[in-house]
């Protein structure tokens, strides 16, 4: 069977780490995990070694040593997992926003429909979030039309951070030129990959805010979203992207 790995950026994660993996390890498909922490004050990371003793050669993990952003977070995990043998790579949250359970749609959306990209959206099948404030999910959802709208990507979801990519999606990616690190850092790998033509698929899933810990959102995201957009667009016309 092809190698999958579920990449996890962590920064004071501890109180849903441990739940997370385990939940993982539970589901019926032999995913591997590479947890990518951003030396955690609340020593998250120090948890995860623990339990690479119960998980040993399933149960990974990369300390980088400060916050530096969920982009370059990603990236990291994704060079990492192109230097071994895996074929399917996952991005996931760590906070239970993400479903462990809709690992496997998606993973079987790539691998038995042929997709090269599988997105867990919240918006392919009306809107489909838990417990945000309605502010937060109409800037959600407007911040995505207004993506979609700019770029003409056919992408509902367009800053989704729930994603299987096929290895060769990566692979054609330049990651060292992947310039952002928020909301714009989902937006441009899935413009990176539209425009060349790999085969998306959207996967509806409900997205559930978390209850544990803190959010990570904030003012400068949201801005490096909108602004990055025109910037992705622009490039790409003049064949800069």
């Known amino acids: 069977m092809p190698l999958k790995l579920v990449i996890i950026p962590t920064y004071n994660e501890v109180e849903n780490i441990e739940k997370l993996i385990r939940n993982i390890f539970a589901q019926p498909v032999d995913f591997e995990i590479l947890v990518v922490d951003d030396s955690s004050p609340d020593l998250t990371w120090e948890l995860v070694q623990r ?3 119960e998980f040993k050669g399933k149960l990974h993990l990369e300390i980088r040593k400060e916050k530096s952003g969920l982009g370059k977070a990603y990236i990291h995990g994704f060079k990492w997992a192109l230097d071994r043998s895996y074929e399917f790579i996952f991005e996931m949250d760590a906070d239970f926003s993400h479903n462990p359970n809709d690992l496997i ?4 959306s790539c691998l038995k429909k042929d ?6 959206s919240r918006y392919v099948s009306g809107v489909n ?11 959600s959802w407007l911040a995505s039309k207004y993506v979609k709208t700019i770029t003409r990507m056919p992408i509902n979801d367009t800053t989704a951070g729930f994603v299987c ?17 928020g909301y714009a850092f989902q937006i441009e790998m899935k413009f990176k990959a539209y425009i060349q033509g790999f085969k998306i698929h959207e996967t509806p899933v409900i997205f559930t805010n978390r209850v544990r810990g803190k959010s990570k959102m904030n003012s400068g995201i949201i801005k490096e979203a909108v602004f990055g957009v025109i ?4 490039k790409s016309l003049f064949g800069k992207i």
């Open 129 to 139: 979030v838990i417990n945000w404030p309605m502010k937060r999910v109409l800037l």
């Open 165 to 181: 990519y096929r290895r060769k999606v990566l692979e054609s990616i330049n990651l060292d030129k992947i310039k952002f690190v």
């Open 51 to 53: 339990l690479q003793e």
């Open 115 to 120: 997709y090269d990209m599988c997105i867990g």
């Open 231 to 234: 910037s992705l667009k622009l």
């Open 105 to 108: 749609r998606l993973y079987n």
